[in-house]
């Protein structure tokens, strides 16, 4: 069955660092998210991708946050300078035909930890 | 804006039934989500409905909605210890977009 694949999937890093989550979604999946879930908290969306270009972004989704596609299969989540409140686990999610009714496959998740 | 409330914990026997439940706030039209979080994988779509449904059945899962009260259940017969997991109720935007609103998820476990 096709999965949504997530690297890495821990990260320990240092508050100030650049890191970058990477994911490698459905291959004929048009559509692309990241959400994230901190420790006890809910899952809350961050970002939509589709078309090479965001279609809907939170509140989180700050200007130290970015995406791309660069090369036309991995999709990427950059967190330019981290701070402690990063400290979360990251889903990528990817549908092919858009939600409502198509599903949406989450990959295991990045947890990311910022000290 | 929505939200999405649960309870945090759910402890069964095997062989019972299992009623999860879930509020939200946003009374708009829209599709409504389970999702099961198993330890150490992603979120994996379970069912949903759209909310001028009252019911939907899918094998071992019913899930209800109360439009009035907005309230949903997700009803698990004859659960089963691979059942225990995490239980996540999600809300899609009504107003178009494509994100999904969640709850905290609740934790169901199934003893023996």
């Known amino acids: 069955e096709p999965e949504v694949t997530q690297t890495p999937s821990h990260q320990v890093t240092q508050m100030g660092q650049e890191v970058i989550l990477r994911c490698v979604p459905i291959s004929n999946h048009l559509y692309f998210y990241w959400y994230r879930q901190i420790l006890g908290q809910k899952v809350e969306f961050l970002v939509s991708?589709?078309?090479?270009?965001?279609?809907?972004k939170s509140e989180i989704f700050d200007d130290q946050f970015s995406v791309e596609r660069p090369d036309g299969s991995n999709f990427t989540l950059k967190i330019r300078s981290t701070k402690l409140e990063d400290s979360a686990m990251y889903f990528c999610?990817?549908?092919?035909?858009?939600?409502?009714?198509?599903?949406?496959?989450f990959g295991e998740g990045s947890r990311l930890t910022v000290l | 804006g929505e939200d999405v409330e649960q309870s945090l914990f759910l402890s069964v026997r095997e062989g019972d039934s299992s009623v999860i439940n879930c509020t939200y706030t946003d009374s708009s039209s829209t599709y409504l989500y389970w999702y099961k979080q198993e330890p150490g994988a992603g979120l994996q779509l379970l069912t949903y409905i759209f909310s001028n449904m009252d019911m939907k059945q899918d094998q071992r899962l019913t899930v209800l909605l109360n439009k009035k009260d907005k309230h949903l259940s997700l009803r698990i017969a004859d659960t089963q210890t691979g059942d225990s997991a995490i239980y996540f109720c999600?809300?899609?935007?009504?107003?178009?977009?494509?994100?999904?609103?969640f709850g905290t998820g609740t934790q169901l476990k199934v003893e023996l």
């Open positions: 999600a809300e899609k935007d009504p107003g178009g977009g494509n994100k999904l609103t």
């Open positions: 999610a990817t549908t092919r035909d858009g939600v409502p009714t198509g599903e949406l496959f």
């Open positions: 991708f589709y078309n090479n270009e965001i279609s809907e």
